[in-house]
Structure formats: C-alpha cells, structure tokens
C-alpha cells in the first residue's frame, strides 16, 4: 500500500472517521512544522537549523551535548538541575498565552521576578521526571518544576482548560526556565548533529529509548548560547511524549504519562553481537491505517525516525547502562515523586525503569 494513494483516499475521508487523539497529534505537528518553516532572518527566529544556516552555523564555536555529572549517585533528583532554592514562588502574574503546540502554554512571572514558561496537559508530568534522568546523566536539560496547583494572576488565555482560563487555576502544571545568560538560537537535527556517532550522541539516542520518548522530531531539539560560558549547548529540550507506549497512541493519554502503556511497551528490541536496536521510536505505521491515511503528514514526519533506537553500538549502551547503575533506588523514586505521580504510579515506573537499567548492565 503506498502513502500516495493513502493520502489520496484520506481526501475523500470525512474527518469524523480520524480518531480524536490522532487528530490532535496531527495539529500538534502542523504547528511544529510551521515554527520550523520560519523564514525570517532577524535573531528572534530560533527555529531554524543551526547546520542548514550558515550565519548561524558560524555561531557555533565551541558545542556540548553532554558534560561529566560527577558523582551520580549523590545528586538530588527531586529538586533537578535547578535545585530547591530556585523552585518557582508564587504569586504568579501573567505575562503572554504561546500558541504553539497542543497543549496550553504561557508565560508567568513568579514573586522573585523570574520568568517561566508554563504547561498544562498531559505532557507536564512525564517531562520533568525524564528531565531528571537526563541531567543526571549528564545531558543538558530545562530546569524543570511540577507545580500541582496555584493561580495566575491578570490571565488571558484562549486555551487550555476552563479553570486555567476562567480563573487562572493551575493543577498540575509544568514550570520551565533557562538559567540567565543564555538564549535559543535554532534546533538541530538528529542525523546532522555535529556529535553524530560519539559516544555521547549514542548515549543519548539510548535515553530515549529508557524513557520511551517517541517525539523525535527535529523541531523539538534546541541549540542554547551560553554567553557567560562561551559556549553553545545542544539538547532534547520537549521531552513530554515520555513514559507511555513506544510510539503515537490512539489517544494522546495512552502515549505520553501512562504507566499501563509503558509497562506494556517494549524495550530491547534485539541485539548482535557489536549492536543494540530498541522498540523506541516505533515507526507510527498503525496511525496511519487506522485513520486511512488521513494523517499522512504526521506520519510522514515520524516514518523515518525509528533509526534513532536502531543498530546503537554496545559499548555505548553498556557505558550508558553502567552510568545508569549508579542511581539508587531513592533517586528514581524522587525524580517520579517530583513530577507528581501517584504513589502507585511512582513505585511502578520505578520498578519499570528499574528492570531496564538491569538489562542494560546485562548486555
């Protein structure tokens, strides 16, 4: 069955026939392809390809993807990267409504004057548990908070839900910042990265997979410049589609958060003896049948990514597998504990995460 003739028949589809998470999928994509599509040459366009521009290219002087965590084994996965005394303060007063994406997204400022992004939805929850396994791993990530409820003062939101746009209620939401001095000058793609096939990227490439991050577009990766350290730091900076199943779900909730989902979901998908494939990113074949091609352009946007969770040099997922070793068993329960999962929640992807760690040190 070839994808012109699916898309051509998604065209006399009636949208009914899409399923409501596929569809939402599909919006969430078209809006990242059109940040991504920004022309613009000024500094403020930060979607652009730091390697297809040349002017931005020339800014990359001195790249880093992933920096020695020192001493694994004592650092506090509760609090993250940004530790406790830089946690969020309320009150929060409304500063701007981004648009972007699916989920609901704005811009606060909270009592000490620092300004955060903030997300609601689905998302909130697993992106600042996989933000903690990522820096303790040495890999760059936002400074990360679960906030499990406030209100924001003087909001004007079209989106989100009616208690957030009504009355500026938040539950359960995402609190985001980068440390000053740096800014976002573009994104980078996975396969012209300039760490391409270095341990590092390798290492990379087997966190999502531990995570079960399937969004592995492009546009969700970020190149930061770091002034005050002269140097510019490349991450995976929209992590929320973690702890679900291995690819896009037939509803957004089973694909992003959703202990049932991971725990059903699979992990090593094989092994030679110089390689190691995962099951993540699953290429999202099924959501293209199951809606008749109607989504075609999403599809076409993830089919080529299950390449990132194929054919990883052993030696790099073991060195990934051994630094994953050295977190204890209270760390992983507190980076699920500072993301606001249920207790039961908590213990069973500890357990879950657990168990691939052992694998890993298997191999």
Known sequence: ????????????????????????????????????????????????DVRSNAALWAKVQNPVLWHEPGNIAALDLYWGAGGKTNQPKSPFVFLSEDSNGTNAKLDVRDANGTKWRVKEGEEAQPEVAASRLLWAMGYYANEDYLVPGGQVQNIKMKRGSQDLKDRGTL??????????????????EWKTSPFYGSREFNGLRVMMAVINNW???????????????????????????????????????????NVDSF?????????????????????????????????????????????????????????????????????????????????????????????????????
């Open 1 to 48: 069955m070839h994808l012109n003739r699916l898309s051509h028949w998604a065209l006399i589809c009636t949208l009914s026939v899409v399923p409501v998470g596929f569809a939402a999928h599909a919006q969430d994509d078209a809006a990242a392809q059109s940040a991504h599509s920004k022309t613009k040459d000024d500094d403020k366009d930060n979607d652009r």
């Open 171 to 188: 539950v359960n939401v995402r609190f985001a910042r980068k440390p000053d001095g740096q800014k976002k000058i573009g994104i980078w």
């Open 263 to 363: 725990r059903s979901s699979g992990f090593i998908q094989s092994k030679t003896n110089s390689t190691v494939s995962f099951s993540t990113p699953k290429k999202p074949t099924g959501m293209l049948l199951a809606t008749m091609g109607a989504t075609a352009k999403s599809f076409a946007m993830r089919k080529d990514m299950d390449w990132i969770g194929n054919d990883i040099p052993i030696q790099d997922v073991r060195w990934m597998g051994g630094l994953l070793g050295q977190l204890s068993h209270k760390q992983l329960t507190d980076a699920f504990r500072a993301a606001n999962f249920s207790e039961d929640e908590v213990q069973a992807y500890v357990e879950l995460v657990e168990s691939r760690i052992t694998e890993l040190k298997k191999l």
């Open 215 to 257: 969004d592995l577009k492009d546009v969700n990766n970020a190149v930061y410049m770091d002034s005050k350290n002269n140097r510019q730091i490349f991450l995976v900076s929209d992590i929320g589609a973690s702890f679900g199943s291995n690819g896009v779900s037939w509803t957004r909730s089973r694909s992003k958060g």
